[in-house]
């Protein structure tokens, strides 16, 4: 198993930029594929980024594309979302998911607690 905690987000100015972190403990990181979720008040969970176990590839919603970016350090079992030119509509609780694949997950056991993002306009 992997245990999940996200960080780094807060109240942000519209085209202001916040980095979230999820850092992950337990079993080799490097052993899954990861991902951002998120949601917003009143809406379903919706995909934002995922990645590789390797880095190698990425992908990513519609709405985020050009804006944000996923990364991760196996070393420091670390997955990272860099959020630049925020909206409003970015408001929500991000969480970060895992999934014990190498590839591209299409279902996450693991997940996080969530941490918000308010982007103020």
């Known amino acids: 198993q992997v245990q999940l905690a996200e960080s780094g987000g807060g109240l942000v100015q519209v085209g202001g930029s916040l980095r979230l972190s999820c850092a992950a403990s337990?079993?080799?990181?490097?052993?899954?594929?990861t991902g951002w979720f998120r949601q917003a008040p009143g809406k379903e969970r919706e995909f934002v980024a995922s990645?590789?176990?390797?880095?190698?590839?990425?992908h990513y919603a519609n709405s985020v594309k050009g804006r944000f970016t996923i990364s991760r350090d196996n070393a420091k079992n670390a997955l990272y979302l860099q959020m630049n030119s925020l909206k409003p509509e970015d408001t929500a609780v991000y969480y970060c998911?895992?999934?014990?694949?190498?590839?591209?997950?299409?279902?996450?056991?693991?997940w996080g607690q969530g941490t918000q993002v308010t982007v103020s306009s």
């Open positions: 998911a895992a999934a014990r694949v190498f590839g591209i997950p299409t279902a996450y056991d693991y």
């Open positions: 990645i590789t176990w390797n880095g190698g590839t990425t």
């Open positions: 337990g079993r080799s990181f490097s052993n899954y594929g």
